[in-house]
């Protein structure tokens, strides 16, 4: 089974039906060949994009809900910040870039080294981990 971390845009694209990417975030998001795996702060962007695009709050809610059933939530710890100074010093983020550095140091402190993002340029760049889409 392989591990994938899911970024919060194929959440986005999972709840938007609208969307041209919602049929490719759904399939990795129930693909029973995965263990998926989410950072508490892609939980926190969920919602915060989800309210600036003004979602219907029950059915954000209610998509998380049912994420939650099928995905194992990380959080941040002493060795995940440990390496997220590290990535931090080798890869000179700022801004938001902090924060995919962040999620990568989580991911990584869990030994989960696959990334499921449609934002591939937001982490290209990092040398240590894969991306599931390329």
Known sequence: MTS?????NVLIYG????????????????HPDYNLFITTKN??????????????ALIVKGFYNDIKKN??????????????????DKYKSAGNRVYD???VSIML????KTLATLNTKDFD??????????
Not at 15 to 30: A, N, P, V
């Open 109 to 112: 402190a869990n030994g989960v």
């Open 125 to 134: 760049q990092i040398e240590e981990i894969e991306l599931f889409w390329k």
């Open 71 to 88: 995905v194992e939530i990380l959080y941040p710890d002493k060795n995940s910040l440990e390496i997220f100074e590290k990535l931090i």
């Open 43 to 56: 939980i926190s962007e969920y919602f915060a994009v989800c309210s600036k695009l003004k979602m219907d």
């Open 15 to 30: 709840i938007d039906k609208k969307s041209e990417l919602h049929k490719r975030s759904k399939d990795i998001l129930t």
């Open 101 to 103: 550095i962040e999620i």
């Open 4 to 8: 994938i971390l899911i970024d919060t």
